[in-house]
């Protein structure tokens, strides 16, 4: 918005509006004095709550003289901004600062912020409410209207959370390379095969956008556009959460079908493996790589992205693993239910991820695609797990924000007291 400076230069001159603000900026030595923190924040969470805006910081909104930051504390106004979307609007704010030099009235230029603000995906609550940008200023939602907005960009929707579009998103975030896979299809006309798949879509100003889906499957690195669409994994030496412990760690991002298996290599690179003195030799592993395939690509495929900033988490001990996935369970699934019953929140991620092939050449994973749509996931990590460790998988919810799946180690240390064993690292 505004791309040229002689565009954002005629808009100022015409003042302020539903999608342009100006603010003054007030240093006192090296403090910043003004805009307050509180009212700046109220501001943007406003146009994030509406459709997209930018903010001008170095022009006085009264005269729309453009007053300039001083070189030095451009650092320091940037900083002011960040802070204020990342602790003071909950959730957090996506926006994009760009530092300009802008001509005043005598023609000397003078360095300014411009602050997009993309209309969010989220409801933004901010230190005095919930506002929206009405106008050439912000207005308190009321009860009915903040109903009504949290409905148009909740689950709820008619349109599924991963069919809708991500703001400050095109064509172009996606990578051809990528997209190509679920389609054999001439790239000819990519645009029309990509808004087939549901990768792009037409936002109110008639622009394609990517979808939350086409974000998540198609660009090389999903998480700088949904923070939380990623893999915390760590490895620990004992059976407690303690960093004095920690073996190996790994945040884990790009495209979800990688990873869902970047998430799989990462048990299989650390888990121990035992070795039967048997005639011949058989190996008996930690973890089931086909049962941990199937609970990560059930993490991955079905949890909740509207989360702001939640990941998955995935941890490893000696006598266990744990999956924390954000989000409850979708639709009318109980955790009783959960081996009988199929039901997806992501209908878009799900299709998409059945169409992608996976390299399987020792047959660990027992399927050609990281989804069947069949239901059989949970099954499958419930059996396999349970033949190995004799203990059965337990899911949990944690505060109904988070589902919890623990696996069961094979019991290494009964099997190191039996003289036919031995066991090692896999690494």
């Not at 509406?50 to 320091?76: C, H, M, Q, Y």
């Not at 172009?172 to 001439?186: A, H, K």
């Amino acid at each position: 918005m505004f791309d040229s400076k002689e565009e954002l230069l005629a808009k100022i001159h015409l003042g302020e509006d539903s999608v342009l603000e100006l603010k003054s900026m007030r240093f006192r030595g090296s403090k910043i004095v003004g805009p307050s923190r509180e009212s700046l924040a109220d501001e943007l969470a406003a146009f994030a709550n509406s459709n997209n805006g930018v903010l001008v910081l170095g022009v006085n909104d009264k005269t729309r003289e453009i007053e300039g930051i001083p070189f030095d504390k451009l650092d320091a106004a940037e900083n002011f901004v960040r802070q204020i979307c990342n602790d003071s609007v909950n959730p957090p704010l996506s926006i994009k600062i760009v530092r300009l030099m802008l001509a005043d009235t005598s023609g000397e230029e003078k360095p300014v912020l411009k602050v997009e603000i993309p209309r969010s995906l989220f409801v933004h609550k901010s230190p005095a409410g919930y506002f929206q940008r009405v106008g050439s200023s912000k207005r308190e939602l009321t009860p009915d209207v903040l109903a009504r907005l949290f409905q148009q960009r909740s689950q709820a929707r008619i349109i599924r959370f991963d069919e809708q579009i991500v703001p400050n998103t095109s064509l172009q975030d996606l990578d051809e390379r990528l997209f190509s896979r679920f389609t054999r299809s001439n790239l000819n006309d990519s645009a029309t095969i990509m808004r087939k798949l549901r990768l792009i879509a037409l936002d109110n100003d008639g622009s394609e956008k990517a979808t939350v889906g086409g974000v998540l499957l198609c660009s090389r690195n999903p998480h700088e556009w949904l923070p939380g669409a990623s893999i915390e994994a760590v490895h620990y030496r004992f059976t407690e959460r303690d960093s004095k412990y920690q073996i190996d760690a790994r945040k884990i991002t790009g495209p979800l079908d990688q990873q869902i298996m970047e998430a799989v290599f990462f048990v299989k690179r650390n888990m121990r493996i035992g070795a039967v003195k048997e005639p011949g030799r058989r190996e008996i592993p930690q973890f089931s790589i086909r049962a941990v395939f199937e609970a990560a690509a059930n993490a991955v495929a079905h949890r909740d992205y509207s989360i702001h900033g939640s990941k998955i988490r995935l941890f490893m001990f000696a006598d266990r693993l744990e999956l924390y996935s954000p989000g409850t369970l979708p639709n009318t699934l109980t955790i009783e239910s959960l081996p009988l019953r199929q039901a997806t929140r992501n209908e878009l991620i799900t299709s998409l991820l059945a169409k992608c092939p996976i390299e399987d050449e020792n047959m660990e994973f027992g399927r050609q695609f990281l989804m069947d749509k069949r239901g059989e996931g949970v099954p499958i990590i419930l059996d396999e797990s349970k033949k190995l460790s004799g203990k059965s998988p337990v899911y949990q919810l944690i505060d109904d924000t988070e589902l919890m799946l623990t696996i069961f180690s094979a019991d290494i240390h009964d099997c190191q007291a039996q003289g036919n064993k031995e066991f090692y690292f896999a690494r």
